[in-house]
């Protein structure tokens, strides 16, 4: 796989197919992910859960991530990597370009907000400083305690309907990404129908344009693992094999099942 970028993500997008992402925040798996040939490697925030053992990704410092990029990027991947700017890191433009610097300069391609309509300014400011952005809709997990807890977003028409408005700002703001977690199967796809911009679901149904899981979640090695997951080295002996599994499951459309998506 030559190395991918952006515009590998458009096309997929343009021709109906579908791409995989999972997260990685060391360079073992980093190396073994992208010779599975799964397009994107996030190094997500969620390593405050998979590796820290909190239980938000509230305690996650701009060192920490800056620490796991560089570890992921140091194996050069193939995949995309996109780092997560952790909560709090990103107030306001300043601060955000920053926190943003810092994760480009260990080796991050892309980053990662959490937010809606507020953050439009400061993702127009990065991406006017040549910094791609994707912003991150639905379940955002840095405001665990404003949503009160892990929970489905947008089920009502009022919630959905900020949801693509702050998704369409966000593009407008020049966002070349987003990621959707845990919506209605429904909003997701008029989501991913409405945008230009790539579209990657998580507990968000088939119709986004790619697929993101935790790594630790997808190998069943969470015991808390969300129903909206699959553990794809149950029937399995080899890790290479659950991810590419995994890849062939998302571009065949057989991953997502009704099981791991809400209504
Ligand atoms: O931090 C993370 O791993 C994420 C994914 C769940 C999308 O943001």
Not at 157 to 162: G, R, Y
């Amino acid at each position: 796989m030559a190395k991918v970028t952006i515009s590998d993500l458009f096309k997929i997008k343009s021709k109906g197919e579908k791409f995989a992402c999972l997260t990685a925040y060391d360079a073992t798996f980093s190396h073994l992910i992208s010779q599975c040939g799964i397009e994107v490697i996030l190094v997500g925030d969620s390593l405050g859960n998979v590796i820290q053992g909190h239980k938000t990704t509230l305690q996650v410092t701009v060192e920490s991530m800056a620490y796991h990029t560089a570890c992921v990027t140091k194996v050069e991947p193939q995949s995309l990597v996109i780092t997560d700017l952790p909560f709090m890191s990103y107030p306001h433009s300043d601060e955000a370009i920053k926190t943003a610097a810092t994760m480009m300069r260990s080796g991050a391609e892309m980053v990662k907000v959490e937010g809606g309509q507020w953050l439009s300014s400061i993702i127009f400011d990065l991406v006017e400083r040549g910094i791609p952005v994707c912003g991150h809709l639905g379940l955002t997990p840095q405001s665990f305690h404003m949503l009160g807890g892990y929970k489905v977003q947008g089920r009502n028409e009022a919630e959905a309907a900020t949801i693509l408005s702050d998704a369409l700002s966000i593009q407008e703001a020049g966002a070349s990404l987003l990621v959707l977690e845990c919506v209605p199967e429904t909003l997701a796809s008029e989501i991913s129908a409405k945008l230009k911009i790539p579209v990657i679901g998580i507990g968000a149904g088939p119709n986004t344009d790619g697929q993101v899981l935790v790594l630790h979640d997808m190998l069943g090695l969470t015991t808390n693992s969300p129903s909206f997951s699959k553990d794809f080295l149950r029937d399995t002996d080899s890790v290479t094999t659950a991810i590419k599994t995994f890849l062939n499951s998302v571009k065949n459309r057989e991953f997502p099942e009704e099981d791991n998506w809400y209504s």
